[in-house]
Nanobody
Framework: QVQLVESGGGLVQAGGSLRLSCATS????????MAWYRHAPGKSRELVATIDNRGVKKYADSVKGRFTISRENAKETVYLQMNSLKPEDTAVYYC??????????????WGQGTQVTVSS
């Protein structure tokens, strides 16, 4: 059974930092790409960062240089280190797992989300 549980959200002042964690089970035994998305009120869901199981990372332009995605395979956990936070980073952040068989996407799973609020 696949599970994704996010944690680490909260309230922080502009310029501050937070580290989000996504603890998974049933994911890392497969080929996978892990991603962080965010959804702010009144806006469409935005892809923030991805990391595949080779460690290749990609970022949205809006967070490049400020956010870092990483993974710890032994703990089956993915992280999002967020520095120099801005009020526009306020959103619910979601972890997503894409599972692959070779190059074929076989399943996608989402966590429940964690709220990040950045005050000005």
């Amino acid at each position: 059974q696949v599970q994704l549980v996010e944690s680490g959200g909260g309230l922080v002042q502009a310029g501050g930092s937070l580290r989000l964690s996504c603890a998974t089970s049933g994911v890392f035994k497969y080929g996978n790409t892990m991603a962080w998305y965010r959804h702010a009120p009144g806006k469409s869901r935005e892809l923030v960062a991805t990391i595949d199981n080779r460690g290749v990372k990609k970022y949205a332009d809006s967070v490049k240089g400020r956010f870092t995605i990483s993974r710890e395979n032994a703990k089956e956990t993915v992280y999002l280190q967020m520095n120099s936070l801005k009020p526009e980073d306020t959103a619910v952040y979601y972890c997503k797992a894409e599972l692959f068989s070779g190059l074929v996407l076989t399943n996608q799973y989402w966590g429940q989300g964690t709220q990040v609020t950045v005050s000005s």
